[in-house]
Each structure stands twice: as C-alpha cells, then as structure tokens.
C-alpha cells in the first residue's frame, strides 16, 4: 500500500489513543443529544492530522493540546462513505502525548445500534422513552467521535446528564453525582480497564434496580423497567454463580467494578458483552422462576453465563481484528455449558449439548457453508460470523478438543492464554500456542483443519478400518466451501465392554484400536458423522442399551443426516426409533422429533394419516408412561420431554385425547411451566374460529416476556394459511421492531403458509428489508430452510434471492436455500418408498 492510499476499512495507526473522557447530555424528548470528549492520544511520527471514526454526527472544530502545551484549533472534516473525521491542524503534533477535544450532536436513532432510543409502555398506558446504546461493531462511531476498532484499547471516563426521574448507567460504578442549576443531575462513573469501544455503553432513562449482591467483593445487580422487579431473581442467582465459577475457572479475578444486568424493552441481539453493564432482551433476562418452563430457564441462564464469560475471554483479552470474533463467540458459548453444568447438574447440560452440535453441523453440510474463521476487511464481513457455524460449530470444535486434551490441560491452557494477553489483543493462533504450551499436543497443526475450511467428514468404520470423507449434503452446482481432510480425533470403545481409547485420524485408512464391533464418536464430542457398515450398524443398535444418552441422540442424528445426503433412508432412521423404548431422555427424542417435523412437512395428503399413526407408534407408549403430571421423584429433564411428546402427538400425530387435553388447558389459562408452549401449538394447529384473535389478546396482556414468546410461537403455528398471512400482515403492528422479523422466520417456516409468506415479502422486497435492523436481515429468508417443494419453486426461490443480495445475512440465506432444495430432493427421492416406511 502506497502513502496516498487509505485502506476504506483500518484507520491509520500514526495515532493510537490510551484514554477517554466522555460527556454526554441525552435529551429523550427530542430524541437528541449533545456530547464532549477528550482523547489522550500517543503520536507515534509526527503527523499534522488525526484520523479517527465519526458517523451520522455533526463536530464543531477541534483542539489538540500536548502535554503542558499551549491548546491549539484545528479545523475537522467529515467522511460519511468511510465514516470518519479528520482533524487537520496548522502545525504538525509532535511525537509524544497529546490530548485532542472534541464537542458534538446526534440523534437518538430507532434502529436498534449506536445511541437509540427504546420506549414502553406501564401498567397504566403511559408511554415510557429511554436511551440506550448498542456498539458491536462499528457504532460505537454513531454516539460518539473514537477509534473505533477493537485493537485501539483504551480506558473510559464516562459522565451522563440525567434529569430527575432517570436513573444512569455505564461500565463502572459511579463516582460522584452533582445537581445542576437547572435541576438535572451530573453523573460521573469510575475510569474503566483499558477496553475496545464496542464494548462501551451508557444508558439513561426510568430504570429501576434490585439491591446490589456482594460477589466476593463485586457489586451485581438487575436493572429492570418499573413493575419487572418479581421477574429478578434467577437472573441474580446465576449471576452470582456464574462469576464466581469464571473466576475460579479461569484463575483471574473479574476484570471490572460491578456487574449491572440491565433489560432493554427494545434490542437487537440476545445480549451484549458491555463491560459491567451487559445488556439484555428483556425475554432473555427477567422471568417468573416458578411459571417458567424448565427450557425458558436453561435459556436465559445460558444467555447470562454466556455473556459473563465474555468478561475475560473478549473483554478483558480482546480479538485484534474482526476474523476473531467467532472465537468471542464459540468460547463464550462453550463456557456457559461449563458453567451450567455446575449451576443445575440435573439439567444435563453436556447432554443437551449435542443438540448446539446438531444446529452447527446441519448448517456446514452445505457447500455454501464457511470456514469457522476466514480473512476479513470489513466490519460488514464479519457480521457473516454471527451465525451457527460461529456459535453452535465453534462451540463444538472447541468441546472436541476439550475432550481430546482433557478438561483440565484445556483449561490450564485458557489460564495460560487469558494471563499472557491480559488487556490486549490476540489472534486465534495465540489460543493455540498456549494450549500447545501446557498439553505439548499439535494442537495447531489439528485445528487448522477445523478452522480455515468449511465443512466436517463422515468417518466411515468397517470390522478393521476408518476412513473419513466429507460429508456433503449433495452434489455442489458451483463452487464448495467444504474441505478435503480433517485431522479428526477419533474417540472409540468395544459394543462389548471395556475403555475407551483414543486416535488422530488422518487421511487414508487407519486400523480400529478397539476389536470389532466398536461404538465410534463414544461420548458424543466428535464433529463428524459416523457411518457404519451395515453389519457394524446392526451390531450399534443391537447394543443401543449399553449407549449414552448423548451416544443415543448422535446416533439419532448422524443417521438422519447421512439419510438427507443420500447414504442412509428414512426407514432406517425409524427403525432405530422403534427401539429407544421408554427412557426419559429429551436429546434422543428431540433428534427423532427433528425427523418427523421433516416428515411433517414431507407427506402427501394420503399419506399423512401414515404419519399420524406412526408418530403414536412411537411416542404413544412414552407418553403412556409419563402422561400429563409429574411424579413425585421424576427425572427432573421428564418435563422437558413431556412438552416434546405432547406437541408432536397432538399436532403431526393427530392424537384425539391430547387435542382435547389441550384445548381444556387452553380455554381455562392453565398455561404455566413446560407444557405451556406445546399447549398452545397443538390449539393452534386445530385452527378453531377465534382462537388467533385470542392469542393476540393474551400476547398483549402477558405480565412477563416468556408469556409473551409462547403466544408469539403460538400464533405462527396455525395451519390454515389465511391465519398465517393475517400474522404476517400484524407483524410490524403488532410486534416490537426487533421480534417482528423473528415472526416472519416463524411465518417463513410453517408448513402450511410459509411459502406464500415468502411471495409476499418477495413482492414487497426493498420495503420490507428497509423496516428490519440490518442485523436481523437474516430472518426474511431463512425459514426457507425448513420448507419442501417442488423444483420449479425451489428454481423460482433461488433465482430471487440471486438477484436481490442482502447486505449482511445473505450467506444464512444461501445456506437456507441449498437445505431447501436438498430437503425438497430427499422428499423426492423417499417418495415411492415412504408408505412403506411408515407402515
């Protein structure tokens, strides 16, 4: 690169800043606000210019002052295409230290990034506004002139005017708080560790707050809207638990001064990671611990336990450029099973892990799938991160490699890691070195096999032998993201009896270090499909009893999955089915629940009473066993698959005593715990006259955020599609911003409508993306991914989206629909045969 050239995506580095001194005056009634910041800088060569990020703001001149300096004026001009600011000054800065000021204007946006506003509603109909910020990645530069980069670390000392009746907060703990002659309060909050500016956030408006709870010597709290104070306890028990089982874990105390969880009415993201003021969907953070059903509360405990874990691994120890953000990510996801795992044993949390391998494993079978890390230049490129490959396939690879080094040389080497970088900026290799350095494994040389190629193998296991492949989902019609060869650790013990052993699979065939037969993948932590031969398959399920729970669910899905691919047949999936029999183990269930959701889908008219019959073959003697109430000293996890035998019984099933349970419970609002969500479903796909509009009503007076989420699911699992184009047409009137995408998906995903909710956003195209954040594009596509068509429409679908490329969430929308025509194939090529199957 040449010295005129400017690089459109990295700021220059002749200018590094060390510390922020950030005013700013939010006025919610104008939906604006005014700021000042000062900036110590280090000039690294001398320099006349200061070239820093600014966006959707107006600056007044800028000064610069050297250390015990005369202040100099300097003139600024703006950029909005780079969004940046250049400070030009008369005379040339010096190297050495210096302090640039700045003052400015915004506006209190309503797109759900940078410094926005949200609003609400109280008990008594009066309309609430609060301001609030969201920064990852870039918009921190929307709130406030910075470096916007997450290698320029500096410390934070944020102030916030306040008026009376609203309450502040930001990533430190206060420090002092003064009146100002015109009644507002003047904020000050303690300087914060030296951190990226994405992770900055500062909040203003009529909050309230639980007491603090002393965490060995951190202050935790919830911050809530007015009447939400019931719905705080869970979030505080696990809040409390989750820092002290990380700082034990990671062996370094938390890196901040308090810890707020603070409940946004209006938000993008599940969360966000701001250091000591970690921001929430109000759905993910506040609930009712005695209504809740046992998967609402592993849901928001993990959300917390997840964000909290960002506290060291990305907060403290940051990613230097963007192509690391999926190792924030998966390592965070990952630690909150091991977090939870120690918070509630009894939920089993490694067990229910292998539903995040299935997520991540079905999307990277396609060839428009991704390496987990690839080179980024832009910010906007890195939003393709934010995606299960990210989250559900990092998480995976790193369980993997957890278990190949064993959990405590793994963590010895996150402990190694986490003290080398502490307040600075790694890359991914950085990880692998430390745990190089503590297990003297190439784990290196292993994970980059995992990490810079899309894609996973099948390992393929006769009486003698391994061989690995990969697995496609079918043939590619252009170019694949799916590699050629992993270095797969391979963790395998006799049918029979006896330990386990372990072995590094490479390319070509590698003898079985166990005597046939073998159980292949022992333990469930392998991300790869295992296929047997036929005798070695018979000789798996013939020992389906001495298998794991979580050995049984891979089993379930890796022989669905290489059915969708063509290497195995649906009845061959029913037929291990057929013999799972009566234990109460949710994973196995949901993996052949996933199947017949796909069969649902799948059948024709005639044969859909095959299905119905089918489905109560196999479920009705589980459900027989456990029926509608829990006994006293049941596996806590029976709940769990009860909701899951009664939703598919009651809906594919056409099970006539279950539909009437169901609307019983229904029409008297007993709705509370697991089988609330499965309740509602099974009404809704009876499609009874007035039941939409009442769950519209029930929606809207719901007294907390998962009574709200069941009647949302609710009201997109009718199965008249009239009713589903109505929900379509009451999504943006009905729904915050940020759900009503999350409808359509569910609209986009019903069997029954979801295609005719694809044509109407299609013809509505540049509208309808204009109304979404640019986050959640994703979602006006991706349930695509669970609809079954003929060619020509799968044709028509894909031809549209070629010609209409999203600016971010494009590449979830290409892997929905290479799932779309592979579901729709595996509907075609199972056809003839799936009478018999069911039979």
Known sequence: MTATTVDPDRLPTTVVPSAYRLRLEPDLESASFIGRVEIDVVVAEPTSTVVLNAHQLELDAPSVRADDGPTTQGTVTLDENLQRATLAFPTAL?????????????????????????????????????????????????????????????????????????????????????????????????????????????????????????????????????????????????????????????????????????????????????????????????????????????????????????????????????????LNEAFATFMSYVCLDRFRPEWKMWVRFASERETGMLLDSVHVTRPIEFPVRSPAEALAMADPITYQKGSSVLRMLEQYLSPDTFRDGIRHYLRTHSYGNTVTDDLWASLEAVSGRPVGEIMTTWIHQGGHPIVSVDASALAQQPFELGPALGDSAIGDHWLVPIVERPLASGDSTTQLLREGREPLMCAAPVLVNAGGAGVYRTSYAPEQLSAVVEHLGSLSEIERAVLVGDTTALAFAGHRTVADVLAIASRLGTEVEPQVWEAVDRLLDFLDRTVTEPQRPLLAAKVRVLMGPLFAKLGWSPEAGEDPRAQVLRATLIRRLGTTGEDTEVRKEAVRRFDLGQLEGDLATSVVAVVAGLNRPGDYEEMIRRFKSAQDPQTERRYQNGIAAFTDASLIMRAYADAFEVFRLQDAPIVIFQLMSNRVGGLEVWSAISNDWEATVERVPMSLHFALGIGLIFQVSDRDVVAEVAEFHRQHVLPAGQRLIDQALEWFAASSMLAEREGPTLASALA
């Open 94 to 326: 010096a190297v050495g230290s210096h302090t640039v000021s700045l003052t400015f204007r915004g506006v209190l946006n309503d797109e759900l990034a940078g410094f926005y506003r949200s609003t609400f509603e109280d008990e008594d109909g009066t309309t609430h506004t609060i301001a609030t910020t969201q920064f990852e990645m870039t918009d921190a530069r929307r709130a406030f002139p910075c470096f916007d980069e997450p290698a320029f670390k500096a410390t934070f000392d944020v102030t916030l005017i306040a008026t009376r009746d609203m309450t502040a907060f930001s990533n430190s703990a206060p420090v002092s708080e003064r009146t100002l002659e015109d009644g507002r309060r003047e904020i000050q909050f303690a300087p914060t560790m030296r951190m990226s500016t994405y992770l900055v956030a500062f909040i203003v408006g009529p909050f309230e707050q639980t007491a603090t709870r002393d965490v060995d010597g951190v202050p935790l709290s919830v911050v809530y809207r007015a009447g939400k104070h019931h719905l705080t306890d869970f979030a505080r028990e696990v809040g409390e638990f989750a820092l002290r089982a990380f700082e034990e874990y990671f062996g370094i105390p938390y890196p901040g001064d308090k810890v707020d969880l603070v409940a946004i009415p209006d938000f993008a993201p599940g969360a966000m990671e701001n250091l000591g003021c970690v921001t929430f969907r109000e759905a993910e953070l506040l609930v009712d611990a005695t209504t809740a059903s046992q998967n609402e509360l592993v849901r928001i405990a993990s959300v917390i336990a997840h964000e909290l874990a960002h506290m060291w691994f990305g907060d403290l120890v940051t990613m230097s450029w963007w192509e690391g953000l999926w």
